[in-house]
């Protein structure tokens, strides 16, 4: 009797999507001395003491509340620690959508690159970082690159690796409705800006660029640059990846707390799953995907035969039919093909006269 509950599950989610989207969590790693804590969240920065933190690390808890994230997680570590393998760690068994680490050394970035990888490639969680001047070639790593960040009020100009609070909390708090392209950051008065915008965007790099009255980003794009049959080139933006994650992570959560363990595995509660993800893919139609394509699952005959015939079973005789009507012990093999849609960014006019 669980499976209609999933459908009024998937349907909430789906009207929901867009405002879940802006109000993503940003999860910083902070190095400091002042408090004996590992861990603060914060929900709205008039919860932040300054007495718990260091003028500059209260100054990044702050830049990351300016775009608006639903929840600020702050790991703390001693500044003498050699690592961030104690609050990596912490981070892990947590639900959040940004990673900063303000300030960090360049000698220090690669590790957190590598735990992002793992995290998505091996774990399939969806975890991104947004780290400083980092050539690390994966959807889940935004590259920030732009350095002598002045900000109004501020004496001394950010860094890129200090600036990249702020940016995780502007891409944290954005809908879906929308890129991170030409995003205004109206507190910054100038920039050390880029000999080579075109140059840097296609190196997979997000930078800041002046147009003369404001400065903003000048594309949604984190580091990927190689791409692949399985990655292709919309895997470089952060909206489409955006996009994914959060379908991915809606499906995966319903399926563990409202299906996994509690329905038999029969073809037709499969078939009354399908049914309500169908729906809920539908739904996010005209925001998220794109309304002309076929976003739709179903099960995958092909890995449902595989792993009978794995196990010994001739499936030679077996129809598509029969072999989706045959289930395979506790698994449940679904494939499908999604097109998410991205924002309007650039324009091409022919004027004639």
């Known amino acids: 009797?669980?499976?209609?509950?999933?459908?009024?599950?998937?349907?909430?989610?789906?009207?929901?999507a867009i405002q879940r989207s802006q109000r993503g969590i940003v999860a910083l790693i902070l190095k400091d001395d002042t408090g004996s804590f590992d861990t603060k969240e914060y929900k709205a920065v008039s919860e932040v003491q300054s007495s718990d933190w260091s003028s500059p690390n209260l100054?990044?808890?702050?830049?990351?509340?300016?775009g608006t994230p639903s929840k600020v997680i702050v790991e703390r570590?001693?500044?003498?620690?050699?690592?961030?393998?104690?609050?990596?760690a912490r981070l892990g068994s947590k639900r959040w959508n940004y990673l900063?680490?303000?300030?960090?050394?360049?000698?220090?970035?690669?590790?957190?690159?590598?735990?992002?990888?793992?995290?998505?490639?091996?774990?399939?969680?969806?975890?991104?970082?947004?780290?400083?001047?980092?050539?690390?070639?994966?959807?889940?790593?935004i590259n920030f690159a732009t350095e002598g960040i002045k900000v109004k009020g501020i004496d001394n100009p950010f860094s890129a690796s200090e600036y990249t609070a702020r940016i995780a909390g502007i891409l944290a708090?954005?809908?879906?409705?929308?890129?991170?392209?030409?995003?205004?950051?109206?507190?910054?008065?100038?920039?050390?800006?880029?000999?080579?915008?075109?140059?840097?965007?296609?190196?997979?790099?997000?930078?800041?660029?002046?147009?003369?009255?404001?400065?903003?980003?000048?594309?949604?794009?984190?580091?990927?640059?190689?791409?692949?049959?399985?990655?292709?080139?919309?895997?470089?933006?952060?909206?489409?990846?955006?996009?994914?994650?959060?379908?991915?992570?809606?499906?995966?959560?319903?399926?563990?707390?409202e299906y996994a363990g509690k329905i038999i595995n029969s073809y037709d509660n499969q078939v009354l799953l399908i049914t309500a993800i169908n729906a809920y893919l539908r739904s996010?139609?005209?925001?998220?995907?794109?309304?002309?394509?076929?976003?739709?699952?179903?099960?995958d005959v092909e890995a449902q035969r595989l792993a009978w015939e794995a196990i010994g079973t001739d499936t030679s005789n077996w129809d598509d039919q029969k072999v989706k009507e045959n289930t395979f012990q506790a698994k449940v093999?679904?494939?499908?093909?999604?097109?998410f849609l991205d924002a309007i960014e650039d324009l091409q006019m022919k004027i004639y006269v």
């Open 100 to 141: 900063a680490v303000p300030g960090i050394q360049q000698g220090d970035v690669a590790d957190i690159v590598s735990q992002i990888k793992t995290w998505r490639d091996t774990q399939k969680k969806t975890y991104k970082a947004v780290l400083p001047n980092v050539a690390a070639d994966h959807e889940g790593i």
């Open 284 to 299: 996010l139609e005209g925001d998220v995907l794109d309304p002309t394509a076929d976003n739709t699952v179903g099960v």
């Open 333 to 339: 093999f679904l494939a499908g093909r999604l097109k």
């Open 173 to 257: 708090g954005l809908p879906l409705n929308r890129s991170a392209t030409y995003y205004v950051l109206p507190e910054v008065e100038a920039i050390q800006e880029s000999s080579d915008p075109d140059a840097d965007i296609d190196a997979g790099k997000l930078i800041l660029i002046n147009d003369g009255e404001k400065v903003k980003i000048a594309r949604g794009v984190n580091s990927l640059t190689t791409t692949t049959t399985q990655k292709g080139a919309d895997w470089k933006k952060i909206k489409i990846i955006e996009g994914h994650d959060l379908v991915k992570e809606d499906i995966i959560r319903t399926f563990h707390d």
């Open 1 to 16: 009797m669980g499976l209609p509950e999933i459908s009024i599950i998937f349907s909430s989610l789906a009207v929901s």
């Open 77 to 88: 570590i001693d500044t003498t620690a050699a690592n961030y393998n104690d609050a990596l």
């Open 59 to 66: 100054q990044y808890i702050k830049d990351a509340f300016l």
